[in-house]
């Protein structure tokens, strides 16, 4: 079964920091171009970032470039998305998509508040 | 980067088809044929339909086909069926190196 797993999120206080992680299985990982999305609540799917499949190229919001980093172990099937300086409007579900591959996942809730 | 534009309903019967368009720019609908499609049920994540432009993923009904023309992008779903009542988003690579989604499109079976 093509399946994702996201993991990692939890309530932070601004400033703060979260690590992400997107476990996959099922389809050939390290062939994926992967992304992060969100979804704020009540909001519409927002693009955060983006990877390609041998990790060499990344891609950024511009809301986010600087605070987040994506990587990727094709070793161990997982995706990364570590999260610095988190603010209020980072609240969201986040979900890790591959950009060629219909795969489920449930999305991690990240809360962003004092 | 602007998000792309998607009318905010469309409706349809069983059985019928629908088509729901997704406007960009000459910077990346326009550009690129990197258009997606993904459908979203309430509560759940979302669901990739379509990839660059034209592509059903594995296991993606036949019944979901996708389109461009110029900067407008479109999804076709015939043959609608009650399941298909969610949300559905396009998304485009820019020019900026970047992903933009449209805003949705609520579809409803009547």
């Known amino acids: 079964e093509v399946q994702l797993l996201e993991s990692g999120g939890g309530l932070v206080q601004p400033g703060g920091s979260l690590r992400l992680s997107c476990a996959a299985s099922?389809?050939?990982?390290?062939?994926?171009?992967m992304m992060w999305v969100r979804q704020a609540p009540g909001k519409g799917l927002d693009w955060v970032s983006g990877?390609?499949?041998?990790?060499?190229?990344?891609y950024y919001a511009d809301s986010v470039k600087g605070r987040f980093t994506i990587s990727r172990d094709n070793s161990k099937n997982t995706l990364f998305l570590q999260m610095n300086s988190l603010r209020a409007d980072d609240t969201a579900v986040y979900y890790c998509?591959?950009?060629?591959?219909?795969?489920g996942g449930q999305g991690t809730l990240v809360t962003v508040s004092s | 980067q602007s998000a792309l534009t998607q009318p905010a309903s469309v409706s349809g019967s069983p059985g019928q088809s629908i088509t729901i368009s997704c406007t960009g720019t000459?910077?990346?609908?326009?550009?690129?044929?990197?258009v997606s499609w993904y459908q979203q049920h309430p509560g759940r994540a979302p669901k990739l339909l379509i990839y660059?432009?034209?592509n059903r993923p594995s296991g993606v009904s036949n019944r979901f086909s996708g389109s461009k023309s110029g900067t407008t992008a479109s999804l076709t779903i015939s043959g609608l069926q009650a399941e298909d009542e969610a949300d559905y988003y396009c998304?485009?690579?820019?020019?900026?190196?970047?992903?933009?989604f449209g805003g949705g499109t609520r579809l409803t079976v009547l």
């Open positions: 998509l591959c950009v060629s591959v219909t795969a």
């Open positions: 990877i390609s499949g041998s990790g060499g190229t990344t």
């Open positions: 000459s910077s990346d609908v326009g550009l690129y044929n990197l």
């Open positions: 998304n485009s690579y820019t020019s900026s190196s970047t992903r933009v």
């Open positions: 099922g389809f050939t990982f390290s062939s994926c171009g």
């Open positions: 660059d432009v034209t």
